[in-house]
């Protein structure tokens, strides 16, 4: 007899910026979450506020160590996301991408439980292609400072697809593009956290290079909502599908915007460009539309603004 339960959902990261977002909608879906995280980036903070509902579970544990849990589903979030983060244990950010890959790949292969991946734009590094398309190879550069993060997840992705072929594993994998909104974090040197925080403070704005490197901003629930339904598509839809908004700015345009959100002082102040920065990205999203029927709808003003309320009455006091 089949016994009618909630669904079991894992979420690696869950105590991250997408992860936490993730699994407040995963219970609003009457999911039953476990969230396992190392707290390396994340923070009691982001789930604080769920840590009294009965179907919230918090675990600590760093993925690159083998987990021994059950579920119907794993999101594999864990992973730090930002430059100064990844940047800060090359190492460490490799063994998550990778040995952190196989241990959830081996419990999905224990649990035939489905897995998602989320991988992200770095995998076409600085792009020949504008915009990209999953059909895309990408350009990086294999031994840069980024590269613990790229590689890293770029073996990550053959991995997933080695289990899908070898152990008929179902998976599913997101590229996930510059993602912003509420609970990032106020310090990790990512573009929109720290143009809001400089222009709460009326401090100079940094910008890096002459500004005209354009990247593309979707606003965070709209991207998990595209995780989610990843998750629900049909078993032979395994991606990679590119998530992200398509709508393009330069640095400097960014800037403006947040200085007049803010209706801040600040000036622009123009600092070396990083090393193996892309010039540009944009995601192409026609798979997504069609296969998922995902589109971002909110525009990076409104999204902003919900950030800069966050920025203001939170993160920065
Ligand atoms: P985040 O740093 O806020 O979240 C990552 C979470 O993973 C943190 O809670 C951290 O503590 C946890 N973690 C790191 N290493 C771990 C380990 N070894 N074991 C267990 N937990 C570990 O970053 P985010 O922005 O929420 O990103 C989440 C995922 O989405 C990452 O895999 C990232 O690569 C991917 N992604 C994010 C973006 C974006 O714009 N935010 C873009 C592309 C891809
Ligand atoms: N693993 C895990 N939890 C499980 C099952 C496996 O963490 O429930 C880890 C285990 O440590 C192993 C990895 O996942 O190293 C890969 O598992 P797989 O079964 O693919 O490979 P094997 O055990 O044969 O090396
Ligand atoms: N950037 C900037 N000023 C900052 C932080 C970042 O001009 O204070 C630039 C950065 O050089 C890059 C872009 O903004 O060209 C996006 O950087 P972020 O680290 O947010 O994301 P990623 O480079 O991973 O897309």
Redesign the pocket.
Known sequence: MKILRRRRSLV????????SHLCERLLQEGHDVLC????????RE?ILHLLSNPHFELMR????FPLYVEADEIYN??????PI?YQYDPV?TT??SVH?AINMLGLAKRLRARILQ?????VYGDPEVHPQPESYWGRVNTIGPRAC?DEG?RCAETLFFDYYRQHALEIKVAR?????GPRM?PN?G?VVSNFIVQALKNEPITIYGSGQQTRSFCYVNELVDGLYRLMQSPADFTGPVNLGNPTEFTMVDLAKKVIAQCGSRSELSFKPLPEDDPRQRQPDIKLAIEALGWEPQIALDEGLQKTIEYFRSSAIQ
């Open positions: 690696t990261g869950g105590a991250g910026f997408l992860g396992v995280d190392n707290f390396f980036t994340g923070a982001n544990h760093d993925i690159t979030l864990a992973c730090p996301a930002s983060h460490q063994k998550t952190g989320a991988s992200t734009s770095e993060y997840k996930i593009f510059n993602t912003y974090h990790d990512r």
